[in-house]
């Protein structure tokens, strides 16, 4: 029958149903599967399968029963039975991508509770004490892939896909980008930050799933160990999902719907768990079903679990023990020696990380070695950094000199010696920046990022930020992403500035900033967004000051790849909201952009300065100035009142104080003046009219659109 129900198993995984899924639900507010729906719909929609499933189940039980009663004596086994585990973190890099830490609390948390080992078991009710079972499992990481290389039992994959109802995406998007690790042979738990309104789920010992990666865990992130995203209320939800993994039902039955009175007629399979109708809090005295009710077991929803009984550890047991579901291939000695797990350790690859990869001068970087799986020794080498070695396992290091450097940890495990480095690793930005009036039109840029100026966040590994000389708003140069080729949804791509001086600003002086940008939806759904954000401490926090999405950043639609034809193509944006707590020296900001699978985005022409650098300084001989309209679309009028006659020049110059333009060279006479000036050709943005005669000057703002 195994040969037919893995047949079948691929016919169903084809049709994307995931079946005998069972759900631990979210302490927060309840969330049942859809078990027995979906197990319905795929018996009505093949017979076969729904046979496949009936005799798959009723071989395990059948099993079970004969095993329990002829073969299982729970004082003759003196091992235990060791499970090789890989953890899957799923991630976009946020707070899902957990730490290593708290895995191994996960991992730590898991051993305690299925060996008596909790420190809580000797409080449960007295009059479950006699039962409270030593189920003699041990979960260990897996130390070799199924390919045969090292591993150290954590894998992590950046992925924007999410849970989904009829198929397995998420399992996957891990076997896409680290193999395959079959489900014979590994326990699979997957963190994710979607479980599909479930804590996690699991399947049951099946034969159509024994050795696919989707017969694992999925579990939410923050209900992973206690520490981290986690904490110690729902620390219990692996060893729950586990126990499902190994046949256990709930402890009112093979349902997610706890608390109901028919529970009561319904039972789970073990002898020693009194019928009840389950429960959501802890009770410990509860009585449903007309007796106590063991409200602290792991199978409960109480989140006070502490203990699985005698009866729930033989159950489990028969399920390593039978070849239904292969989980009897898991613990075998073959098995833990081709994943490694009773191996010695021994140093297979050197690793490490620092908390921070760009800085600024004089601030420091945190390493962390993070090499496995046994490291007695490590020498780092800093360029550029101070110290510029270190044998430490967790250095810090110090960078007074801008630049970018390369990072080296060489370790050890006392035979084996192993290097692995980092080249450009890490940037030191100027402390303090450049000092205003900032402009960049990207039109000396030959390359995108430079280290210097822009640095960029490119999570995906897909499309970028880069230099582009097929559209600008001045000049020959912006810089686009083209989010078109890409089509993904929820990925975000950033670049960032260099820093800014803006430590020498009156913080009463207002900072102007404002930037173009050109874009168009793909479809009249698309919801994208582009976000302008701020730091006040070389980049290490950033806090939103704009965003714009869907019908207000375009409610143009461009079915093609778009391009911007001509300057009335892009929008001009303003940011009035950097207020003088930013006013340091190494002042950045940040440019996000959020896709949903639409169109192109190019952005040019980025100014920030304090106003007063645009200010009126009238004099003695120029008593009033004003320019109408402003801002400007065509041709603008400039009134200049002037005391005594004199020859002046009047200018047009950009953000960068370069002369675009000549207004007037000449005389002007005493009294009111009025000149016009055709700025049509003016590329949107910002400029300045600069006045100079009579040994004064002044200059005034305006703005193109």
């Known amino acids: 029958m195994k040969n037919k129900n893995r047949l079948f198993s691929k016919l169903l995984l084809a049709s994307g149903v995931l079946i005998n899924v069972v759900t631990f639900a979210q302490q927060e507010e309840i969330h049942y599967c859809h078990t027995n729906e979906k197990m319905d719909e795929l018996k009505a929609s093949n017979p076969a399968i729904a046979l496949d499933m009936e005799q798959s189940k009723q071989e395990l039980e059948e099993w079970t029963a004969n095993y329990i009663a002829n073969e299982y004596d729970p004082n003759a086994r003196t091992a235990v039975y060791t499970i090789p585990v890989v953890f899957h973190v799923l991630h976009t890099n946020g707070a899902e991508n957990i730490s290593d830490a708290q895995i191994y609390d996960a991992l730590q948390l898991m051993n305690d509770n299925y060996n008596k080992l909790n420190a809580s078991w000797s409080t449960v009710n007295p009059a479950f004490l006699g039962i409270v079972a030593d189920c003699q499992i041990e979960f260990k990481l897996a130390r070799k892939k199924n390919n045969g290389t090292c591993t150290n039992g954590i894998t992590r994959t950046y992925t924007e896909t999410t849970h989904a109802d009829v198929n397995d995406d998420q399992v996957q998007a891990v076997q896409n980008a680290q193999g395959n690790w079959p489900g014979n042979k590994y326990l699979n738990i997957f963190v994710v930050n979607d479980a599909g309104g479930a804590a996690g789920y699991t399947t049951y010992p099946s034969n159509w799933s024994g050795t696919s990666m989707s017969n694992g865990i999925k579990i939410l992130h923050n209900y992973v160990g206690s520490i981290g995203t986690s904490n110690m209320t729902v620390s219990t939800a692996l060893s729950h999902e586990i126990g499902h993994w190994l046949n256990l039902a709930h402890c009112w039955g093979d349902s997610n719907e706890p608390g109901l009175a028919g529970n009561c007629s319904t039972d789970d399979g073990v002898t020693d768990t009194p019928n009840t109708i389950g429960w959501t809090s802890c009770n410990i005295n509860g009585v449903s079903c007309s007796s106590l009710d063991n409200v602290?077991?792991?199978?409960?929803?109480?989140?006070?679990?502490?203990?699985?009984?005698?009866?729930?550890?033989?159950?489990?047991?028969?399920?390593?023990?039978?070849?239904?579901?292969?989980?009897?291939?898991?613990?075998?000695?073959?098995?833990?020696?081709?994943?490694?797990?009773?191996?010695?350790?021994?140093?297979?690859?050197?690793?490490?990380?620092?908390?921070?990869?760009?800085?600024?001068?004089?601030?420091?970087?945190?390493?962390?070695?993070?090499?496995?799986?046994?490291?007695?020794?490590?020498?780092?080498?800093?360029?550029?950094?101070s110290p510029a070695s270190s044998t430490s396992s967790s250095p810090t290091i110090t960078y007074n000199t801008p630049g970018v450097y390369s990072v080296s940890l060489q370790a050890t495990d006392g035979s084996t010696t192993l290097t692995n480095t980092k080249t450009n690793y890490i940037i030191v930005h100027s402390d303090p920046g450049d000092a205003p009036p900032y402009f960049e039109g990207f039109e000396t840029l030959t390359s995108f990022p430079d280290n210097d100026r822009f640095t960029l966040v490119d999570d995906d590994g897909d499309e970028a930020w880069e230099i582009t000389n097929t559209a600008s708003t001045s000049g020959d140069k912006s810089v686009w992403l083209n989010n078109y080729a890409a089509a993904q949804t929820g990925t975000l791509d950033a670049f960032m500035s260099g820093p800014i001086d803006l430590s020498g600003v009156d913080p009463a002086d207002p900072i102007v900033f404002n930037f173009r940008y050109a874009y168009r939806k793909r479809t009249t759904d698309n919801d994208e967004w582009l976000r302008f954000y701020i730091s006040k401490d070389c980049g290490q926090t950033w806090v939103l000051r704009k965003n714009i999405h869907g019908s207000s950043l375009s409610s143009i639609n461009s079915s093609t790849s778009y391009l911007p034809p001509d300057e009335t193509a892009w929008y001009s944006v303003s940011v009035t909201n950097i207020n003088s707590d930013y006013y340091v020296s190494n002042m950045r900001f940040k440019f996000e952009f959020e896709s949903d699978g639409g169109n192109n985005i190019f952005i040019d022409d980025i100014?920030?300065?304090?106003?007063?650098?645009?200010?009126?300084?009238?004099?003695?001989?120029?008593?009033?100035?004003?320019?109408?309209?402003?801002p400007v679309t065509d041709v603008m009028q400039i009134n200049l009142d002037i005391q005594n006659a004199a020859d002046y020049t009047i200018t047009v110059v950009n953000v960068l104080g370069e002369q675009i333009a000549t207004v007037y060279s000449g005389e002007l006479l005493t009294g009111m003046n009025q000149l016009g000036f055709s700025a049509a050709l003016l590329p949107q943005g910002v400029y300045f009219i600069r006045i100079e005669g009579n040994g004064e000057s002044s200059v005034h703002r305006f703005v193109k659109n």
């Not at 304090?610 to 004003?626: D, K, L």
């Open 607 to 630: 100014n920030l300065y304090p106003e007063s650098m645009v200010s009126v300084q009238e004099g003695e001989q120029i008593s009033g100035f004003s320019i109408y309209p402003n």
């Open 296 to 385: 602290e077991n792991y199978m409960e929803y109480s989140y006070c679990s502490k203990m699985f009984t005698e009866g729930q550890k033989a159950r489990m047991h028969a399920a390593l023990e039978s070849n239904t579901g292969d989980r009897d291939n898991l613990w075998t000695p073959s098995n833990l020696s081709a994943t490694g797990v009773s191996s010695p350790d021994v140093l297979c690859q050197v690793l490490f990380s620092g908390d921070r990869t760009e800085i600024c001068a004089g601030e420091s970087v945190t390493f962390t070695d993070e090499s496995y799986n046994l490291v007695t020794g490590t020498n780092w080498t800093f360029t550029g950094g």
